[in-house]
């Protein structure tokens, strides 16, 4: 069976916005919910805003209903550059999440426009992504390939939303 450890969906979007305004948005959590197909709600934790060792509360929901609450780490904050997290998995611990988030904002070709590298890695934690491997061994590859794609696809939708409503 294939690990799902280091697999990654990336996308590249360029925003009409400039870096300072797409940084915003990003780490803008409380407001996810509205722009993707998956995130249906964060929150910042204790007052935390958009720097390292920061934490926030995100819940998915797959179509199925909405998820428990994981717990998020910032782990790289560089206005306008660059924004990272780790989704921790149910152990809790920052040196096995089950994936990591990163935005990479540069400016793009045009005056006003931002280039935006948008990136996901699934960890070594366990995540749903490996549970349902475990579950069909024989379908892992395959289910693991589905839901890349089904990735890549609502970050560019997230994105698209995201910079088009402001």
Known sequence: MPAATGAQAEVEFIADL???EVWDLITDVARIG???PECVGARWLDGAAPRAGARFEG???FGSGPLPPVTCV???ARRPEVFE?????PTGSVDSPGSIWRYELTPAGQPGQTTVRHRFTHGPGLTGLVREMQDEPSRAAQVLQDRL???RKHMTSTLTAMTAGR
């Open 59 to 61: 819940r998915n929901d």
């Open 34 to 36: 509205e722009w993707s």
């Open 149 to 151: 794609v089904t990735l």
């Open 85 to 89: 997290w780790i989704v921790l998995d």
């Open 74 to 76: 910032v782990t790289e």
């Open 18 to 20: 400039a870096p300072e």
